[in-house]
């Protein structure tokens, strides 16, 4: 079994470009005597380039292949239906899963985010044309969460690798195909190597997340550039945050024996301030593993500083404040003090966290479907016909908390067909915090005899600090077309 962590993209690699271009920098594992596998990881994507030097020979595409292996939940242990392999089906990234040793389920999508690009060209670590294939597939495709409390960011996973000139096939570890007792792990990172863009970060409290504290306007909301690696428009915070401490003060109050801090909490509505109490677990890293330990404050309201030099999953983290138990919607503060084991105060820089918390997410209705100002409803027939295909939607999206994200109206039907029909996204400056109740006619023709299911959906600008909206809503109804 081989280690490897990943090395932070501080931008987007663009899959299918020469990996001079995007790659500098990212882990290495090896998988002699074929090649080697690079990895880099940002909050929304694993990258991974499959660099194999040793088929110098432009087969096409059937006869050279690729497998890459993930043990979901990582037991070690083959779970039908859950574990899986991403390969190639023809320049088509695909995934199947496995049913039990040597065998497994025919080809399933993966997301629509995830990209495969297969090259033949040379690398920085071979200077001849060879395969190479790149791509990136979601963390949530993958199961990875860099907010989870309960699982480090490690994957589990195996490789395979063939050739049909020469005649290769490897496969890391040997046994993949049958025990995943051996597999290889890709320890991901859970945020920037140089943690904020400079001079972005707070000057105690850094930020939440990957969200810079200077990204965060007076009234709590969070708003970064379009390409950032979180991009956010007039965010509200929601769910459970992680508060990250600014790693120079931190290591400069570890200097003046600072070992214990206090979390201030002010409720702007309420007017009331007070100690702020949570309990978590951060992993640290011992050089082989992640070990899990958990902090929670003493009968003083305090917590322990841990040394800022040791590596944790989520390093430098003062607090994971889950906003979800009890605190009401509307503008928090945070303020932070740090003590020496005696109990007097270590001076630090003055600093007040202002975050707005949302944590409801959007209201959705589907109100109205009808045909000729009829209405139709929940499983009801309803026949159309190429002279007057018009139907007619009325639905409400709203977040009066937070402000909506986007709403959109979809058709599906079939085995996996859909249809747009209308998609509005918020756009700069606020508010877009009003109800939205739209009319939608429709002159789409829906292409078959089928039962549809019209799909409403909206999502709000509530930020964990890691992904760009946690709360989301759909509601359906579905309604057999007769075409005619």
């Not at 497998?67 to 859950?82: E, K, L, M």
Request: net charge negative.
């Amino acid at each position: 079994m081989t280690l490897v962590r990943s090395s932070w993209a501080d931008e987007p690699v663009v899959v299918g470009k020469s990996l001079e271009l995007y790659w500098e920098g990212a882990a290495e594992l090896p998988v002699d005597p074929a090649g080697r596998v690079l990895v880099k990881n940002d909050a929304r994507f694993l990258y991974l380039a499959i660099d194999i030097g040793a088929d110098w020979s432009d087969d096409p595409a059937h006869l050279d292949w690729f497998w890459f292996v993930v043990d979901d939940g990582g037991d070690r242990a083959i779970t039908p239906n859950r574990d899986r392999l991403y390969w190639d089906a023809g320049d088509l990234l695909v995934k199947s899963y496995y049913l039990r040793p040597h065998q497994w389920t025919t080809l399933r999508e993966v997301s629509p985010e995830c990209e495969l690009a297969r090259r033949f060209e040379e690398s920085p670590a071979f200077p001849y044309p060879h395969r190479i294939w790149t791509m990136r597939l979601t963390l949530s495709e993958l199961g990875i969460d860099l907010s989870s409390r309960s699982v480090p960011p490690v994957l589990n996973v195996g490789f395979g690798v063939g050739s049909g000139a020469p005649a290769i096939e490897e496969w890391f570890p040997q046994n993949v195909q049958t025990d995943f007792s051996d597999l290889h792990q890709i320890v991901l990172r859970t945020r920037p190597t140089t943690t904020y863009p400079p001079g972005t970060e707070g000057a105690v409290l850094a930020g939440v997340g990957l969200i810079p504290a200077t990204a965060i306007d007076g009234g709590g909301r969070a708003t970064t550039d379009s390409r950032y690696a979180l991009a956010v428009s007039d965010s509200a915070f929601g769910g459970a945050l992680n508060i990250i401490g600014n790693r120079a003060t931190l290591q400069y109050l570890w200097a003046q024996n600072a070992r214990r801090y206090r979390m201030i909490h002010h409720d702007r509505a309420a007017n009331t301030r007070g100690p702020l109490r949570q309990a978590w677990v951060n992993y640290r890293w011992d050089g082989a593993t992640y070990q899990p330990e958990s902090f929670g404050p003493a009968s003083d309201d305090t917590y322990p500083m841990t040394d800022p030099s040791l590596d944790y999953s989520i390093d430098d983290l003062l607090i994971r404040w889950n906003t979800n138990q009890g605190y009401r919607a509307g503008v928090h503060q945070l303020e932070v003090e740090f003590l020496r084991p005696d109990g007097s105060v270590v001076a630090a820089p003055a600093q007040t966290l202002t975050l707005r918390l949302a944590n409801a997410g959007p209201v959705v209705e589907l109100r109205r479907i009808s045909r000729n100002g009829n209405p139709v409803r929940a499983c009801q027939f309803v026949e159309i016909n190429t002279a007057d295909p018009s139907l007619e939607f009325e639905f409400l999206a709203a977040d009066a908390e937070a402000g909506l994200a986007e709403c959109g109206l979809r058709a599906r039907w079939g085995e996996n067909e859909s249809h747009e029909l209308v998609r509005r996204s918020y756009t700069p400056p606020p508010p877009w915090d009003e109800a939205h109740v739209i009319h939608a006619p429709t002159d789409w023709l829906p292409p078959v005899t089928c039962a549809y299911a019209f799909e409403v959906s909206a999502s709000s600008r509530i930020t964990d600090g890691y992904a760009p909206s946690i709360r989301g809503r759909t509601v359906s109804r579905f309604v057999t077309v007769v075409r005619s």
